[in-house]
């Protein structure tokens, strides 16, 4: 098998809709709409049905980092997803994610140290014990679903630990992430975004009941860290004031936790998936990298290029402005599609082909520089890295039994199901 994926038919500009979920369970159809918008309209006028206004979608690597590096211009604090809140819920909903200047600086600050790469390097013992009885039980299977036996098992575990969540507790967080991300696909979602049912949810994140169960989890949590001096990310965030000198208020932890149970699994769970899928697909990068797994370190970065989990993130423009050559008028949303950036033409050398020695590398996976750089980079770029120096080794083969499902998302690049067959070496 070659390196370069098969040529894809060309897409009609008009045939581009970025606000159809059901667009984005193919696993090729978001690709060629990216193409063609990179191609053809790289910042385009996406109408939305109603109630959304629309928006701008920034397709090309250098217009993402231009925006993203600008906050000033391109704020993320009325919402960084494409639902239109109004003011008021906007302050209810606000975590990290919508905040910019001085009160996104003290919020990082907070558990900024505990991601740094020097700290999450001590879990490195820890992630490899964990790796070893997660691959025990799956592989013994000979055949099962990857993402379920491996993928979502294996960060949330970390994730746990982090917290200070004891181990029987991990099923309920993978089951709340699934829950709250996959607000638009049926399998996954309590209460449909977008529906009249959603109304009733319009003060939680992603408007999903499953927040209520979060919020009420963490505060349990909280109540028993306050004053404890415990060194998990809970006890950090009950203990340690903010270095602005605001402290959190208790709808500011509930949105601060469930950030965190959702970013540190979803992501890395898809990221996994899709890296598995890759290797499955090119069979001589993932023989590669069995035979020299010194070439692993830098494949993550390919295969962080290559899953980008996050399809994108919304900013909005504080002015009238210009990018990519589009005159944007203030309060207009602009989104900036990561996964597109990750297979622009112009940065990457043939962007459709999967390569683990490819360099250089400067995916968007994590945002590129600027103020919401993704916080637990080193944590998702060491999870990856140990899994596959572990799983690699025990390979002879691994096969599909079935075609991976996708989340029904336009925001998370997600696998929702992957029967694989394995042969241990």
Same mark, same amino acid.
């Given at each position: 098998?070659?390196?370069?994926? =098969?040529?894809r038919?060309?897409?009609?500009?008009?045939?581009?809709?970025?606000? %159809?979920?059901?667009?984005?369970?193919?696993?090729?159809?978001?690709?060629?709409m990216?193409?063609?918008?990179?191609?053809? %309209?790289?910042?385009? /006028?996406?109408?939305?049905?109603?109630? $959304?206004? $629309?928006? /701008?979608? !920034?397709?090309?690597?250098?217009?993402?980092?231009?925006?993203?590096?600008? =906050?000033e211009?391109?704020t993320?604090?009325?919402?960084?997803?494409?639902?239109?809140?109004?003011?008021?819920?906007?302050?209810?909903r606000?975590s990290?994610?919508?905040?910019?200047?001085?009160?996104?600086?003290?919020?990082r600050r907070?558990?900024?140290?505990?991601?740094?790469?020097?700290?999450?390097?001590?879990?490195?013992?820890?992630?490899?014990?964990?790796?070893?009885?997660?691959?025990?039980a799956?592989?013994?299977?000979?055949?099962?679903?990857?993402?379920?036996?491996?993928?979502?098992d294996?960060?949330?575990?970390?994730?746990?630990?982090?917290?200070? !969540?004891?181990?029987?507790?991990t099923?309920?967080?993978?089951?709340?992430?699934s829950?709250l991300?996959?607000?638009?696909d049926?399998d996954?979602?309590?209460?449909?975004?977008?529906?009249?049912?959603?109304?009733?949810?319009?003060?939680?994140?992603?408007?999903?009941?499953?927040?209520?169960?979060v919020?009420?989890?963490?505060r349990?949590?909280?109540?028993?860290?306050?004053?404890?001096?415990?060194g998990?990310?809970?006890?950090?965030?009950?203990?340690?004031?903010?270095?602005? *000198?605001?402290p959190l208020?208790?709808?500011?932890f509930?949105?601060?936790?469930?950030?965190l149970? !959702?970013? *540190?699994?979803?992501?890395?769970r898809?990221?996994?998936?899709?890296?598995?899928l890759? #290797?499955?697909d090119?069979p001589?990068?993932?023989e590669?990298?069995?035979?020299? =797994?010194?070439?692993?370190?830098?494949? !993550?970065?390919?295969?962080?290029?290559?899953?980008?989990?996050?399809?994108?993130?919304?900013?909005?423009?504080?002015? %009238?402005?210009?990018l990519?050559?589009?005159?944007?008028?203030?309060?207009?949303?602009?989104?900036? /599609?990561?996964?597109?950036?990750?297979r %622009?033409?112009?940065?990457?050398?043939? =962007?459709?082909?999967?390569?683990?020695t490819?360099?250089?590398n400067?995916?968007?996976?994590?945002?590129?520089? $600027?103020?919401h750089?993704?916080?637990?980079?080193?944590?998702?770029?060491l999870?990856?890295r140990?899994?596959?120096?572990?799983?690699?080794?025990?390979?002879?083969?691994i096969?599909?039994?079935?075609?991976?499902?996708?989340?029904?998302?336009?925001?998370?690049?997600?696998?929702?199901?992957?029967?694989?067959?394995?042969? #241990?070496?």
């Open positions: 098998m070659t390196l370069t994926s =098969p040529a038919k060309p897409l009609p500009l008009d045939a581009v809709d970025l606000t %159809d979920h059901d667009n984005f369970t193919d696993g090729e159809l978001p690709w060629r990216f193409d063609t918008l990179r191609r053809e %309209d790289p910042v385009h /006028w996406q109408p939305e049905p109603a109630p $959304g206004s $629309g928006f /701008w979608a !920034v397709t090309r690597h250098a217009d993402i980092v231009r925006a993203g590096r600008d =906050p211009t391109f993320s604090t009325e919402f960084t997803n494409l639902e239109e809140v109004d003011a008021e819920h906007r302050e209810i606000r990290l994610l919508e905040t910019d200047g001085p009160r996104h600086r003290a919020l907070l558990l900024q140290q505990r991601f740094t790469p020097r700290a999450v390097a001590t879990y490195e013992v820890f992630l490899r014990g964990l790796t070893a009885r997660t691959l025990d799956a592989l013994a299977k000979g055949s099962f679903d990857f993402v379920r036996e491996i993928a979502a294996f960060p949330i575990n970390v994730l746990a630990r982090m917290l200070g !969540v004891p181990e029987h507790d099923r309920r967080l993978i089951d709340w992430g829950r991300i996959g607000n638009t049926p996954y979602a309590d209460v449909l975004l977008g529906t009249e049912a959603s109304e009733r949810y319009r003060d939680l994140p992603f408007r999903s009941p499953a927040a209520l169960e919020f009420a989890y963490g349990e949590l909280a109540a028993r860290r306050k004053g404890a001096g415990g998990d990310l809970v006890s950090r965030l009950v203990n340690q004031p903010p270095s602005d *000198g605001v208020s208790s709808r500011d509930d949105n601060y936790f469930l950030l149970v !959702v970013a *540190g699994n979803e992501t890395t898809h990221a996994i998936t899709h890296t598995v890759a #290797l499955i090119h001589d990068q993932r590669r990298l069995r035979r020299n =797994p010194s070439l692993i370190p830098g494949a !993550v970065e390919e295969f962080l290029r290559w899953s980008s989990p996050v399809h994108h993130f919304r900013r909005t423009a504080t002015r %009238d402005t210009e990519g050559g589009r005159r944007i008028s203030r309060g207009e949303k602009v989104v900036l /599609w990561f996964s597109s950036g990750n %622009d033409e112009t940065v990457f050398d043939a =962007p459709h082909r999967f390569d683990v490819r360099t250089p400067d995916h968007l996976t994590f945002g590129k520089g $600027g103020p750089f993704c916080l637990g980079s080193s944590l998702a770029r999870e990856l140990v899994l596959f120096e572990e799983l690699l080794p025990r390979l002879s083969d096969r599909r039994t079935s075609e991976p499902r996708y989340v029904r998302s336009n925001f998370v690049n997600g696998v929702k199901e992957l029967g694989v067959e394995v042969t #241990l070496a």
